[in-house]
């Protein structure tokens, strides 16, 4: 199987790249005008309709993952296991949907408010690998956007993907606020409710004309975001 993403292994615009320190030949590079795909790209050869939900949270094809390195490593941590051309997702394994359901039954204790499926119906899932978390939660009503960064686990999304859950890549790297050297402008004891509408000490070194200015942009932006997600949540909650 051909394994190609037009903005992903766009190999020329890469290529002009003046520096991957940070993970930039991961991130959309896609091909100039007039050089892009402009067809239907075919099925690949030998790959076959994915096998349907609620099945496919315990397997998938395995003609239809490309890169098969991710499943010799997992397959050590009993969350995988190949048997008759599929790819099976063991009940027993550390990943399995039966233990993130355990899981997510720890979180709803800890955050009873959380109530998946009818307060919290949308979930961003980072570094969520085969999807597994993300498929718990389907079975909950709640949507999850599984986001992997490309590696050398390419598959991974693939294997998400596969299962149902709705996933994609994301240069995780470059999108990393580097941490200050000196460990007290951090703030790493400042509660949770203070980190979420107090701008921390670090983002003082952005360039703008004065503190307050600084300060006042994040509140304003917390502020602005806060506003949006609650009329959203009325949205939903008005729909169920």
Same mark, same amino acid.
């Given at each position: 199987?051909?394994?190609? %993403?037009?903005? +992903?292994?766009?190999? !020329?615009?890469?290529?002009?790249?003046?520096?991957?320190?940070?993970?930039?030949?991961?991130?959309? /590079?896609?091909? !100039?005008?007039?050089?892009?795909?402009? #067809?239907?790209?075919?099925?690949?050869?030998?790959?076959?309709?994915?096998?349907?939900?609620?099945?496919?949270?315990?397997?998938?094809?395995?003609?239809?993952?490309?890169?098969?390195?991710? +499943? !010799?490593?997992?397959?050590?941590?009993? @969350?995988?296991?190949?048997?008759?051309?599929?790819?099976?997702?063991?009940?027993?394994?550390?990943?399995?949907?039966?233990?993130?359901?355990?899981?997510?039954?720890?979180?709803?204790?800890? %955050?009873?408010?959380? @109530?998946?499926?009818?307060?919290?119906?949308?979930?961003?899932?980072?570094?969520?690998?085969?999807?597994?978390?993300?498929?718990?939660?389907?079975?909950?009503?709640?949507?999850?956007?599984?986001?992997?960064?490309?590696?050398?686990?390419?598959?991974?999304?693939?294997?998400?993907?596969?299962?149902?859950?709705?996933?994609?890549?994301?240069?995780?790297?470059? #999108?990393?606020?580097?941490?200050?050297?000196?460990?007290?402008?951090?703030?790493?004891?400042?509660?949770?409710?203070?980190?979420? /509408?107090?701008?921390?000490?670090?983002?003082?070194?952005?360039?703008?004309?004065?503190?307050?200015?600084?300060?006042?942009?994040?509140?304003?932006? @917390?502020?602005?975001?806060? !506003?949006?997600? +609650?009329?959203?949540?009325?949205?939903?909650?008005?729909?169920?």
């Amino acid at each position: 199987m051909v394994y190609y %993403v037009p903005c +992903l292994d766009n190999a !020329e615009g890469i290529g002009k790249l003046n520096s991957t320190e940070n993970g930039e030949n991961y991130e959309r /590079h896609c091909p !100039e005008a007039n050089k892009g795909l402009d #067809c239907v790209i075919p099925r690949p050869e030998g790959y076959k309709i994915p096998i349907p939900w609620p099945q496919s949270q315990d397997e998938v094809w395995l003609g239809n993952v490309c890169h098969k390195g991710l +499943l !010799e490593n997992k397959s050590d941590e009993n @969350s995988i296991r190949i048997e008759g051309g599929k790819v099976i997702f063991p009940a027993g394994g550390p990943k399995s949907i039966p233990e993130m359901a355990k899981y997510l039954d720890t979180i709803s204790q800890m %955050v009873p408010d959380i @109530s998946f499926g009818q307060n919290t119906k949308v979930v961003l899932d980072i570094g969520g690998g085969i999807g597994s978390f993300g498929a718990s939660l389907l079975e909950r009503n709640a949507s999850t956007l599984t986001i992997a960064p490309k590696d050398a686990h390419e598959n991974q999304i693939q294997l998400a993907l596969e299962r149902g859950v709705p996933a994609m890549y994301v240069p995780i790297k470059a #999108c990393i606020t580097p941490i200050p050297e000196s460990g007290s402008e951090y703030r790493a004891n400042v509660t949770w409710s203070v980190r979420l /509408h107090n701008p921390p000490i670090r983002l003082q070194s952005i360039r703008i004309d004065s503190y307050i200015a600084r300060k006042e942009l994040f509140k304003a932006e @917390s502020k602005y975001w806060y !506003e949006i997600t +609650l009329r959203i949540a009325s949205k939903l909650g008005s729909n169920t």
